[in-house]
Each structure stands twice: as C-alpha cells, then as structure tokens.
C-alpha cells in the first residue's frame, strides 16, 4: 500500500515568487491536512480539506491557500513568498474525518522542503 | 491559544537507560497522540490516548494522559539507537480531529 507522496521533495524559490505543492494521499483516504514545520515554531497546521472542502483553518495569512482534487489529491500554494516561509511543508492524510472526541490517525508524507532566498 | 511544552528539549543517553518526556498545556485536549519524526522524514504517529488517566503500553514505551487531559508522558525504558528521533506530543480538540497543536519537540539521541 503506497503511503503519502508529496512532490517536489526539494525546492529552491526566491522572495515574491510563488509556489505550489503537492500531496497525494493512500488510497481510500478521503482526508488530507498541511502542516508547516520550522525549527523555531515547531509544526503548525495550516488547513484540512475532506471531500474537496476546506474543513479547518490555521492561523496563516491570505497568501497560503490550499485545494483538493475529486481523488483526494491536494495542493497548496503560497504566493509572494517571504524568507520566513522557508520550511518543511507537510502533508498528511486520513480515513475519515472524526467530529467526534476521537482523533484521526494521520499518515504523513515525507514533506516538501522549501528554501526561500 | 494552545500550546503544548515538552520537556526536556534535547536529551542523549546511553543505550539500555530509561527515560521519561513530558508534554504539559494549560489548555485540556479531547485527544493526545505521540509522533516520533526522523531526519527526512515526516513524524509516524505512535499512539493516540484519549481518555483521562489513560496507559498504553507499546512494547519498551509506555505512554500516560493525565487525569485531566491536560498533560502526558513517554516513558521509554532500556532504550536502544534505533529509538534515536524527534519525539512530539500533538493535542486533538474534539471535532477537529485532524487540527492537531504539536508540542514543542523532544530531540533523543540514543548511543551505544
């Protein structure tokens, strides 16, 4: 069973330029959340979608924005990027999405890691 | 805001010492789960306790949620390198179950 591809692995962008990034989820897994991972604010989420609907925010500016495809597939994209969006970007996907007390068992990707010159 | 502190942040031991990491928030969280995270890689989660009081064991780890959901432990005994990570606490708020707070990260470094 094939896990969480994120795509491109690595990247490279300059200030004001933007970006798009890639996940495709396991098979099945209607779910999929983004996370942002730096090492002086740890990792913070960014968005959910389920069912190509964001379901939950984080508290990021208007230029991180995300979607999600009718296979689950999803993308995020930042735009006018800042030195400060240099982080590993992650994505991780589940079955379902609990509305219940309970926790979804997220499988992550091995991220995105983008470097902002 | 809910945060969630670990402690310690770094810690390097000897292969075959137990250790304990500490995830404490003032905020009560309906769900607490532990990832282990290795270099390029993303974290796998380990467990997911979700009641007060809760103990799941997991082979040499064994992990607690606090009576009043508000703090957890690992306790890792006899360790081994292959326990070497980064080790995150991630608090779940009831109905939004994939909006997870992570701790701030303990880094273990197990050596022969």
């Known amino acids: 069973k094939a896990g969480v591809t994120q795509t491109p692995r690595y990247l490279i962008k300059t200030r004001g330029q933007q970006v798009t990034l890639s996940c495709s989820p396991i098979?099945?897994?209607?779910?999929v959340s983004w996370y942002q991972q730096t090492p002086g604010q740890g990792l913070q989420f960014l968005f959910e979608?389920?069912?190509?609907?964001?379901?939950n925010k984080g508290n990021f500016p208007g230029r991180f924005s995300g979607r999600q495809f009718s296979n689950s597939r999803s993308e995020m994209n930042v735009s006018t990027l800042e030195l400060g969006d240099s982080a590993l970007y992650l994505c991780?996907?589940?079955?379902?999405?609990?509305?219940?007390?309970?926790?979804?068992?997220?499988?992550f990707g091995a991220g995105s890691r983008l470097t902002v010159l | 805001t809910q945060l969630l502190e670990q402690s310690p942040q770094f810690l390097s031991i000897q292969e075959g010492e137990n250790l304990t990491v500490y995830c404490n928030s003032s905020?009560?969280?309906?769900?607490l789960q532990w990832y282990r995270q290795e270099p390029g890689e993303g974290p796998v989660l380990l467990v997911t306790?979700?009641?007060?009081?809760e103990v799941k064991k997991l082979k040499r780890l064994t992990f607690q949620f606090g009576d009043a959901r508000k703090d957890s432990s690992l306790h890792i005994t006899a360790a081994q390198p292959g326990d070497t990570g980064l080790y995150l606490c991630?608090?779940?708020?009831?109905?939004?179950?994939?909006?997870?707070?992570f701790g701030t990260g303990t880094r273990l470094q197990v050596t022969l």
């Open positions: 991630a608090g779940g708020a009831a109905g939004t179950a994939s909006k997870l707070t």
């Open positions: 098979s099945g897994h209607r779910s």
């Open positions: 905020s009560v969280f309906s769900s």
């Open positions: 979608y389920f069912s190509e609907t964001q379901r």
């Open positions: 991780a996907s589940s079955l379902t999405r609990s509305t219940g007390s309970g926790a979804n068992v997220l499988t």
């Open positions: 306790v979700v009641t007060g009081g």
